[in-house]
């Protein structure tokens, strides 16, 4: 069977649509000293691609239309020139969404834990689950008997954000689109409440909420409406802004002066700046998950034709947890 690519068709005018990626045939070519030839068994969807699909770079990269699409994958080594990776290691790293791919193994990690589900690795036992333990411990270091709002409510990190949380003994306030997923927030991931950001009322039902701290996955009209909500001296972890992503969509703040008068804390973060700290996140949410405090939902899509069309229903909310597309054995 040919080997495939997504490939970015075109650069995006507004919304980005399914129409701005093409699969494509694409050579693999041959390994050289140190290479490995890797099948990916699930690659990860995340918000930030789309910055990088918009031209404005990311930890250095962009892409350009004809570029292959980039993204953390989880996958087995086919074939191995290198002296630590063998065929059928599980190994967690970069790479393009392509059905096979050659690459440096000095750039993959080898993982020692084979569990049943690899898709963990890229969800609550990966680095989405670090950058929620991060924000909340090392960031925000919310204390037990604190209030959290935390937007982004049934997203990959925001769920694992508050489940942590609820799990230090804090309340949890989250922030969902549409009256299905603030009741899985609820029912399901144990949150105190959640509230529904397009509910007419949703500005008027944070006020008097004095939460201590909001872990921020969104930005715009959502942190606006937030911000009255905060206690004095609150503490923000500020880890995505999804809703400035395309600069196309623009939200005029009415209340960001209640930083300053509130002298509320804004910390913004990159994981990568806190490795020291990435052995013990993984640590507690080893622990979380094998307790059954700590879980996470997956929208898995199937094949690489369905990634463009997965990535778009992705950014538009209509998926659940953690984004992936699973490719064929």
């Known amino acids: ?11 995006p005018a507004g919304a980005i649509m399914p129409e701005d990626f093409v699969l494509a045939p694409v050579d693999v070519g041959p ?3 140190g290479d490995v030839l890797v099948r990916p068994a699930f690659i990860s969807l995340d918000p930030y691609l789309s910055i990088q699909v918009y031209g404005r770079p990311v930890r250095g990269v962009a892409f ?5 699409m980039l993204s953390r994958m989880v996958g087995r080594v086919v074939e191995s020139r290198h002296a630590s990776l063998r065929e059928g290691d599980l190994v967690l790293g970069m790479g393009p969404w392509q059905s096979r791919f050659v690459v440096a193994g000095s750039a993959l990690e080898r993982l020692e834990i084979q569990l049943d589900r690899p898709e963990l690795h890229l969800s609550v036992l990966g680095s989405s689950g670090i950058t929620g333990w991060l924000g909340l411990h090392r960031i925000a270091r919310i204390q037990p008997g604190e209030t959290l709002i ?3 409510a049934t997203g990959t990190i925001g769920s694992i954000v508050g489940q942590l949380a609820k799990r230090h003994g804090c309340r949890v306030i989250g922030i969902a689109g549409g009256p299905q997923k603030c009741a899985h927030a609820r029912e399901k991931l144990g949150f105190d409440t959640c509230l529904d950001h397009r509910d007419p009322a949703f500005a008027e039902r944070l006020r008097g909420t004095e939460a201590q701290v909001y872990f921020e996955n969104v930005g715009g ?9 905060l206690a004095e001296h609150a503490r923000i972890a500020l880890c995505g802004m999804v809703a400035h992503y395309d600069t196309a969509r623009e939200h005029r703040f009415h209340n960001l002066h209640l ?11 990159r994981v990568s700046e806190h490795a020291g700290h990435h052995a013990a996140a993984m640590a507690d949410l080893a622990a979380g998950v094998s307790a059954g ?4 939902d997956h929208t898995i899509s199937r094949g690489l034709d369905s990634a463009g069309s997965a990535f778009v229903s992705m950014l538009a909310g209509k998926s659940l947890g953690k984004s992936l597309v699973k490719l064929d054995e």
């Open 293 to 296: 405090d700590v879980m996470c």
């Open 1 to 11: 069977m040919a080997d495939t690519v997504v490939r970015l068709a075109r650069r």
């Open 259 to 269: 930083l300053l008068e509130k002298a509320i804390d804004v910390k913004p973060y």
């Open 31 to 33: 390994l050289a000293e």
């Open 64 to 68: 350009a239309p004809g570029q292959a």
């Open 150 to 152: 935390v937007s982004g």
């Open 221 to 229: 009209a959502v942190l606006d409406a937030v911000l009255p909500g």
